[in-house]
């Protein structure tokens, strides 16, 4: 039965007037729908759409009339009226709302079929209906407790937080349950992304290589630095989560759909794709069935155990090449800071053998260290002959022979220590003395300072708590700021640089000392001893919530200009907004002048994420020299292989003012790098 199109619902909310019996002139009076009219002088039945045997709607009982021309009905034209009465406001429009339609009040819900299809029709209508949508279905027995990750289970995971207070116990470790199918869910599409991006730039890279591209001008060559500029980490590592992705997406294909469906996390996928990598396609798919179905039942150091035991039964050979693979392209002497603060430092992918032969000999020197009464337990004579080794001592030194052939324990420079105990603290009296002890109370030797040590002038008097850094290696608290620089000013070769920040933080200034300067600290003070004058302790601070004031104070300022003066610092302004091109030189290579004054603008690498020092970067020209000046608008530390990406196909870098520098990727996208912001 076919029916002309109709604007508006009727006065019964689901009928045009006159679709029924009696439909009349009166009843278009309620804004229901448009007033009918009657046509050319009729008897006042309102003109509407004709019945089945062509009767109109106002008689229903009437017999056919014949067709003289006058009862057409023009639907175009009834709609364009009726959308002109609506628009000067002749008809109002309710608003709808979710109760005006027959459904719950609250954010609205969208899923489809395929979304729902496990889920019981009597479990979804309730969770569609009035009452639905609440923490309630995440219990044990219901069905978002099971319900595979997606649209859905997001919808309802995120209503169920919005009070997690509202839930029984059972309720919230099914949420807590549902958040993490959804998160192995999240990075199987992180990966499937990843795994299409490595397939697009590896084809780009196995052409160029076809048609002899050289090295450093190959499409795709650096797809991890791409990469790991979006995801804000490490080129390694983002080569790394290339090359799982890539795995998972073709040789374990049960592990990548468990992630797909919840089951598996990308921890436990990443140890499935380490212990399978070196293994062939026929042994890595028997690897994936077994592991796949084991994984989510197993924490994540047993589904390591249980992939090596597999590894080996499989392949041994495998094993070895990860091994050597390992050693190969990752064996360093490592320095990192531990979460504590502390400095680690030691070997990494060492041989089974010579980590055992290092520890044995470790070992013996601790030993004899203990059987000469030495005090401590063997856990911190390891350490401290590990340290003596490392600085070139001979931890056995600490041992004084007998005339008859014994032995006792000989402390370090016994003879130095004064009654209370000398332990480095500032003030003591000259270079030799008061430096940080070293093992066993013997005075750290003095070290160059080959790294940057950025040094806030606070901490250097006791004046302020502002983390000072060694290199990258991380912060220093006040006391290690101090004994650092104490130590490292004994060198021969360390040399004091000055930078001067401003209200930001950014570098405005900046100068260098020549020759050595060893530095004594002052006393700290928190009254009238001392040089300080009465009241100059530590930094005072404002009423609560405001904060230190800005800048040193009289007293503070005039700590910094006499330190100046004693380095003989003449500090020379940091080019920043826009370039006055004084410093500009008429040559390829910067002088040490130059290459300080860019350095201490941008103390690391000028690439996104990249940490690598600025005094071990080259000083790269963003326009290349000639064409671009050696000027500090036209310069920024680059570590060697980011000065290889800027230089690859696809690749740009722009540097629209000093120190702000654009780099633009061959996926079109823009990551931009600014001037260090110091902490002081």
């Known amino acids: 039965m076919s029916q002309p199109p109709f604007p508006a619902p009727g006065p019964d909310g689901d009928e045009p007037p006159g679709s029924g019996a009696g439909a009349g002139v009166g009843e278009a009076e309620h804004g229901a729908g448009p007033a009918a009219t009657p046509a050319d002088g009729?008897?006042?039945?309102?003109?509407?759409?004709?019945?089945?045997?062509?009767?109109?709607?106002?008689?229903?009982?009437?017999?056919?009339?014949?067709?003289?021309?006058?009862?057409?009905?023009?639907?175009?034209?009834?709609?364009?009226?009726f959308l002109a009465d609506v628009d000067a406001g002749?008809?109002?429009?309710?608003?709808?709302?979710?109760?005006?339609?027959?459904?719950?009040?609250?954010?609205?819900?969208?899923?489809?079929?395929?979304?729902?299809?496990?889920?019981?029709?009597?479990?979804?209508?309730?969770?569609?209906?009035?009452?639905?949508?609440?923490?309630?279905?995440?219990?044990?027995?219901?069905?978002?407790?099971?319900?595979?990750?997606?649209?859905?289970?997001?919808?309802?995971a995120e209503q169920a937080a919005e009070d997690p207070a509202a839930l029984t116990d059972d309720e919230l470790m099914g949420l807590v349950s549902a958040a993490r199918r959804l998160q192995a869910r999240a990075e199987w599409l992180e990966l499937s992304g990843i795994a299409e991006f490595t397939r697009r730039r590896q084809a780009q890279h196995d052409t160029a290589v076809a048609g002899g591209v050289k090295p450093g001008r190959r499409p795709g060559e650096f797809a991890d630095e791409e990469l790991g500029f979006e995801l804000v980490m490490r080129a390694q590592a983002a080569g790394d989560r290339m090359d799982?992705?890539?795995?998972?997406?073709?040789?374990?294909?049960?592990?990548?759909?468990?992630?797909?469906?919840?089951?598996?996390?990308?921890?436990?996928?990443?140890?499935?794709?380490?212990?399978?990598?070196?293994?062939?396609?026929?042994?890595?798919?028997?690897?994936?069935?077994?592991?796949?179905?084991?994984?989510?039942?197993?924490?994540?150091?047993?589904?390591?155990g249980k992939a090596y035991r597999l590894e080996l039964k499989l392949d041994p050979e495998a094993v070895r090449a990860r091994r050597e693979h390992a050693r190969a392209t990752r064996r360093r002497v490592e320095t990192r800071r531990e979460p504590s603060g502390n400095l680690c430092y030691g070997a990494r992918e060492l041989s089974?053998?010579?980590?055992?032969?290092?520890?044995?000999?470790?070992?013996?020197?601790?030993?004899?260290?203990?059987?000469?009464?030495m005090p401590g337990s063997l856990r911190e004579l390891r350490v401290l002959a590990f340290l003596d080794r490392q600085a070139g001592r001979d931890p056995l030194d600490r041992i004084e022979h007998d005339r008859d052939g014994g032995h006792r324990y000989q402390g370090w420079d016994d003879e130095d220590e004064d009654d209370e105990g000398n332990n480095g603290g500032p003030g003591d009296g000259g270079p030799g003395h008061g430096c940080?002890?070293?093992?066993?109370?013997?005075?750290?030797?003095?070290?160059?300072?080959?790294?940057?040590?950025?040094?806030?002038?606070?901490?250097?008097?006791?004046?302020?708590?502002?983390?000072?850094?060694?290199?990258?290696?991380?912060?220093?608290?006040?006391?290690?700021?101090?004994?650092?620089?104490?130590?490292a000013s004994r060198h021969p070769r360390t040399r004091w640089c000055v930078t001067v920040t401003?209200?930001?933080?950014?570098?405005?200034?900046?100068?260098?000392?020549?020759?050595?300067?060893?530095?004594?600290?002052?006393?700290?003070?928190?009254?009238?001893?001392?040089?300080?004058?009465?009241?100059?302790?530590?930094?005072?601070?404002?009423p609560p919530g405001t904060g230190?004031?800005?800048?040193?104070?009289?007293?503070?300022?005039?700590?910094?200009?006499?330190?100046?003066?004693?380095?003989?610092?003449?500090?020379?302004?940091?080019?920043?907004?826009?370039?006055?091109?004084?410093?500009?030189?008429?040559?390829?290579?910067?002088?040490?002048?130059?290459?300080?004054?860019?350095?201490?603008?941008?103390?690391?690498?000028?690439?996104?994420?990249?940490?690598?020092?600025?005094?071990?970067?080259?000083?790269?020209?963003?326009?290349?020299?000639?064409?671009?000046?050696?000027?500090?608008?036209?310069?920024?530390p680059g570590c060697r292989r980011h000065h290889r990406v800027k230089q690859a196909p696809g690749w740009h870098l722009e540097q629209p003012q000093p120190g702000i520098m654009c780099w633009t990727t061959p996926s079109g996208r823009t990551y931009t790098t600014r001037p260090t912001i110091y902490d002081t």
């Open 42 to 81: 009729a008897d006042g039945n309102a003109a509407g759409p004709a019945g089945p045997a062509g009767t109109p709607a106002g008689d229903a009982a009437a017999a056919p009339a014949a067709d003289d021309g006058d009862d057409d009905f023009d639907a175009d034209a009834d709609l364009a009226r």
């Open 352 to 373: 089974v053998e010579e980590g055992l032969a290092a520890k044995a000999a470790n070992d013996a020197d601790a030993a004899a260290l203990r059987a000469a009464g």
């Open 502 to 542: 401003g209200p930001d933080g950014t570098a405005v200034a900046h100068g260098c000392a020549r020759g050595q300067h060893p530095w004594i600290p002052p006393p700290t003070t928190t009254g009238t001893s001392g040089s300080a004058p009465p009241g100059n302790g530590p930094l005072a601070t404002g």
């Open 90 to 156: 002749l008809i109002p429009v309710p608003p709808q709302t979710p109760e005006s339609a027959g459904m719950p009040s609250g954010p609205g819900v969208w899923f489809t079929l395929g979304e729902a299809a496990d889920v019981d029709p009597a479990e979804l209508a309730v969770m569609a209906g009035p009452a639905g949508l609440g923490g309630q279905v995440f219990a044990s027995d219901r069905a978002a407790d099971a319900m595979r990750p997606g649209p859905l289970l997001s919808i309802l």
């Open 436 to 487: 940080h002890p070293g093992p066993g109370g013997r005075a750290a030797a003095p070290l160059p300072a080959l790294i940057n040590l950025i040094v806030p002038g606070g901490p250097l008097f006791g004046w302020s708590t502002a983390p000072g850094e060694a290199g990258g290696w991380g912060l220093l608290d006040p006391n290690e700021t101090r004994n650092i620089v104490q130590t």
């Open 548 to 636: 230190p004031p800005p800048g040193p104070d009289q007293y503070q300022a005039a700590q910094l200009a006499a330190l100046l003066r004693a380095l003989n610092v003449r500090l020379s302004p940091v080019a920043s907004g826009t370039c006055d091109h004084r410093d500009r030189e008429d040559r390829y290579t910067p002088s040490r002048r130059l290459g300080h004054l860019v350095r201490a603008r941008t103390a690391t690498c000028v690439a996104p994420g990249c940490a690598a020092q600025a005094y071990h970067c080259d000083l790269d020209h963003t326009i290349p020299y000639p064409d671009g000046p050696t000027c500090p608008c036209n310069l920024g």
């Open 244 to 304: 799982m992705a890539t795995a998972l997406a073709t040789r374990l294909p049960r592990t990548f759909a468990a992630m797909a469906a919840g089951m598996i996390d990308g921890g436990r996928a990443c140890t499935i794709w380490y212990y399978t990598r070196f293994l062939s396609d026929e042994h890595a798919a028997q690897a994936d069935k077994i592991l796949a179905e084991a994984a989510p039942g197993l924490r994540q150091d047993q589904l390591e």
